[in-house]
């Protein structure tokens, strides 16, 4: 098999397979919070507070640049679809005339906000390189499959906005109305599994660090409350027409 054949084959896979990737990242988190040395941040109150919201704003900003590109995207464009590549139209413009990939790129801050909370700077550069090695071949495949269902269009599009780090000199303005309702309707789920995230570092670093098993106050508020989110837009998106527009996916 030809080696772009066999990139295809397995972009297509991992991409079928993609979200699973966090909880990969999960495992992984459990033994590198057990050897990392928190006595140094403990002692520095100010410095955890820093780090902290410093994970906490990465992870933010991989959920805004989400909600940009999921907001204003065409029907049966970007989503969650997870068996096959689906495209009935070509995003170009908007965040799409800066970045290929946004959702990917999106992807990558609100996962690596958690990892940062971890603390651990080799975790940090492990999942990146992880991220990817494993991104790559889903982007790879992925433009196979534009190239082949827009043609030309897209060999135009591609080779002028760059595959993941954002460039601005060809930033056009999208016609497409920002839609508050998609982002609450698509990305709740990922916004709650962001938060869980946080909140599993968090419980695992006690753990280890002071040998008890139990629940800390506020992560019982913080999960609870990120579930209680999660419960009532998925029961809005489901059993009401509140959430529903006409032309968006």
């Not at 900003?61 to 096959?84: D, F, M």
């Not at 690596?112 to 889903?138: H, K, Q």
């Not at 998609?182 to 962001?194: F, K, M, N, V």
Request: hydrophobic share 50%; aromatic share 18%; net charge positive.
């Amino acid at each position: 098999m030809a080696l772009i054949h066999s990139l295809e084959k397995n972009g297509n896979f991992l991409f079928r397979y993609r979200g699973e990737f966090p909880v990969m990242l999960f495992i992984m988190a459990v033994p590198v919070i057990y050897f990392t040395d928190y006595s140094l941040i403990y002692a520095n109150p100010v410095l955890y507070t820093i780090l902290t919201s410093f994970a906490v704003f990465i992870s933010f900003l991989g959920q805004y640049i989400r909600a940009i590109a999921i907001g204003t995207s065409q029907k049966l464009t970007s989503g969650r679809n997870k068996y096959e590549q689906i495209a009935e139209a070509l995003n170009t413009k908007g965040i799409y005339s800066t970045v290929r990939h946004p959702l990917y790129l999106g992807n990558y801050f609100m996962w690596m906000g958690i990892i940062i909370f971890t603390f651990n700077i080799w975790f940090i550069i492990i999942a990146s390189l992880l991220f990817w090695v494993y991104y790559e071949r889903i982007m790879f495949a992925e433009e196979r499959f534009l190239e082949r269902k827009f043609g030309q269009m897209y060999v135009d599009w591609s080779m002028k906005v760059p595959a993941f780090v954002p460039g601005f000199k060809n930033y056009e303005k999208t016609d497409i109305p920002f839609s508050f309702k998609t982002i609450l309707r698509r990305e709740y789920s990922g916004i709650t599994a962001t938060v869980i995230g946080f909140v599993f570092v968090d419980f695992f670093r006690c753990l280890f660090t002071e040998k008890e098993l139990k629940f800390h106050l506020h992560q019982v508020i913080i999960l609870g409350a990120a579930l209680l989110y999660s419960l009532i837009l998925r029961t809005l998106k489901h059993n009401t027409k509140i959430l529903y527009e006409e032309d968006r996916s």
